[in-house]
């Protein structure tokens, strides 16, 4: 259930209708707009007549929300939300640049791919430090070793970092360490580690599942949200379809569909979508037309020799062609790029 309250409420009228929701067993969660307050009422609203909050001369209106998704739900939140990332700003026209290898090699290797993406535009440095394989005979990553070199890399170059988050038995170091923690597909649905996600204050890039609709994507972020944490950004990687030219399917119509249904920013992994290096720049192109809030790409100095995925990784020299194209795309649709 949500109320809409009249343009320009006070505060003491906001509490007032507040006191009113929670005397009826239900939580509140508050948005306050340039110009309306909206009250979501959390819990269960079946038993509850809306005229109870009708009657309030504060109250413009009383809506059901249809949807089990409540705190990522557009209807609760109108206005777009705008995630900080170590001073990067990614939503609302704010733009993400995600680039980097998909697993940290050596210091030498990050850090060389750190000082060259930046140089191209990107804000954001990504590299996995533990790396969930298909196969368990597959490279796994170095661990917390590949951990620290990413932090010892952002410092050189002046870089956040984001990294993949496998298991909570290393959540308090990445809390600690790493700017936007990512959870991966195959982790989309571990739900306890969604509620300890909640628990924390950092921001949160949350992969779509392999197989996963709409719904079920949204309903992870609303683990994460309901327990406290609302920095969530979305990250559409493909899905598995009948297909096998491509490693998946990139469905570009998710950036309108979630953009009508949540607030919450979306970004766009083409690389690991299509799972070869030339589909990167047409895909990356088509979602940012699209209203993707920003892009994940992989990035590396010797993709023929890389430990994990090369196949789908951009040299530093296409990825700044591709940027130069980028930047020029982006100031056409009136968006910006903000730096730490």
């Known amino acids: 259930m949500i109320i809409v309250l009249k343009p320009h409420t006070t505060q003491e009228n906001i509490s007032r209708v507040e006191n009113l929701i929670k005397r009826r067993g239900l939580d509140t969660h508050i948005v306050v707009g340039s110009e309306m307050t909206i009250i979501g009422c959390i819990g269960d609203t079946t038993t509850i007549d809306p005229k109870i909050f009708e009657v309030d001369s504060s109250v413009d209106k009383v809506m059901h929300v249809q949807e089990p998704y409540k705190l990522a739900n557009r209807a609760f939140h109108p206005e777009n939300t705008v995630v900080d990332v170590s001073g990067v700003k990614i939503g609302d026209g704010n733009m993400a640049f995600i680039a980097g290898p998909c697993s940290v090699e050596s210091y030498e290797q990050v850090l060389s791919i750190a000082r060259s993406v930046k140089a191209s535009g990107a804000n954001l ?180 020799c890389a430990l994990c995925d090369g196949a789908q990784s951009l040299k530093p020299d296409k990825f700044d062609h591709l940027m130069k194209e980028m930047t020029q795309i982006s100031s056409a649709l009136g968006r910006k790029i903000t730096y730490a």
């Open 125 to 304: 440095l990504r590299g996995g430090a533990f790396k969930p394989r298909t196969s368990p005979y597959s490279f796994q990553g170095m661990g917390l070793e590949g951990l620290d070199i990413l932090c010892k890399v952002k410092e050189e170059v002046g870089i956040p970092i984001v990294t993949e988050l496998m298991s909570s038995e290393y959540l308090d170091i990445f809390n600690e360490k790493v700017d936007l923690i990512q959870i991966g597909a195959r982790n989309m649905q571990n739900f306890d580690l969604l509620k300890q996600l909640g628990q924390i204050d950092r921001p949160i890039l949350l992969k779509r599942g392999l197989n996963a609709t709409y719904e079920e994507w949204i309903m992870s972020a609303e683990y994460i949200m309901a327990n406290g944490n609302e920095n969530v950004i979305l990250c559409e990687r493909g899905i598995r379809t009948f297909e096998s030219y491509t490693r998946n399917t990139l469905d570009l119509q998710s950036i309108p569909v979630l953009n009508k249904l949540t607030h919450l920013p979306v970004i766009i992994d083409p690389s690991h979508a299509g799972g070869k290096w030339w589909l990167v720049p047409p895909m990356a192109k088509a979602a940012v037309a699209a209203g993707a809030d920003g892009l994940m790409i992989e990035v590396h100095n010797d993709p023929e």
